[in-house]
């Protein structure tokens, strides 16, 4: 990959606004917020439950639009994509795990990995194939021919993981994708993604409350209340990432003012 490529954004907001109207109430879900994503690496969304982290993502998925600001996605303003174009740019550059699994009850668990990939032009048997290399490099090829409702949560966190990833997607974004996983399990899940980012080239978006996620982040980006408070810079950008221990010593950055809540949001 050169140098140009990596430096232009696949994925940016712009002072983005998500304002959600319910029961005669307007709440604020993202206020203001800015970032540029770039191949090559993964960014940490940081933040207890009901920060924005998820909105965020959604966002940046096309999922949702902007209230307010401005998404842009592969080069293009998510205003300018018809329905039908986004749905095929889901399909082959991006990647998901939500945080509610959403895997297909009356399809396999090799099923639910191989739809991802009737996109991709691959025959039945190469996607099947990819599907079950994907299910044992995650430790549940035994559970190949079983469907979701057989499955535990953490078993269906590691589905969901390998449908996100199953047609080598660009952007891949993550919604807690430790949360329902043990400790050595979880450890095994952030270094796939971080591996993705570094060794494949692939844009990596994770929002997570899981600190453990912060030793593999180029970025963290702290999220409160719909808010940037404060943006780091992670390990792995200098290369110091480390499976065991973090960065000692360092003091806490301070809030950056041009970051946090602005005016007429709260």
């Known amino acids: 990959m050169n140098d140009e490529a990596s430096s ?8 983005v606004v998500k304002i959600f109207n319910g029961g005669g109430q307007r709440s604020a879900a993202v206020r203001g917020v800015s970032l540029e994503a770039r191949r090559g690496e993964l960014i940490l969304l940081l933040g207890p439950s009901g920060s924005g982290k998820t909105t965020l993502l959604t966002l940046m998925a096309g999922l949702c639009r902007p209230s307010e600001g401005k998404i842009t996605l592969f080069g293009r303003s998510l205003a300018d994509y018809a329905r039908a174009e986004l749905q095929r740019l889901r399909a082959r ?16 668990v090799r099923e639910n990995v ?15 194939e990819r599907a079950f290399g ?3 490099d995650l430790g549940i090829a035994s559970l190949a021919g079983k469907f979701p409702a057989t499955l535990s949560q953490g078993q269906k966190q590691r589905v969901a993981i390998a449908r996100a990833v199953a047609n080598d997607a660009e952007l891949i974004l993550a ?6 996983l043990e400790t ?3 450890i095994a899940i952030i270094r796939l993604l971080h591996a993705l980012a570094k060794d494949r080239g692939k844009c990596v978006i994770v929002a997570s409350h899981d600190l453990r ?11 409160e209340d719909g808010c940037v408070v404060r943006e ?5 950008i200098s290369g110091t990432c480390s499976p065991a221990k973090g960065r000692s010593g360092d003091a806490p950055a301070p809030p950056d003012p041009a970051r946090s809540c602005g005016a007429g949001y709260g």
């Open 213 to 223: 996620l912060a030793e593999y982040a180029d970025r963290i980006l702290r999220l």
């Open 134 to 136: 994907l299910l044992r």
């Open 184 to 186: 050595n399990q979880g």
């Open 175 to 180: 919604d807690e994708p430790t949360g329902s």
């Open 8 to 15: 232009i954004p696949l994925v940016s907001a712009d002072h």
């Open 232 to 236: 780091e810079e992670g390990p792995s």
């Open 93 to 108: 550059k991006m990647g998901f795990v939500f945080q509610t699994f959403l895997l297909l009850d009356s399809l396999t």
């Open 114 to 128: 191989e739809i991802v990939l009737r996109f991709s032009g691959s025959s039945k048997t190469g996607r099947s």
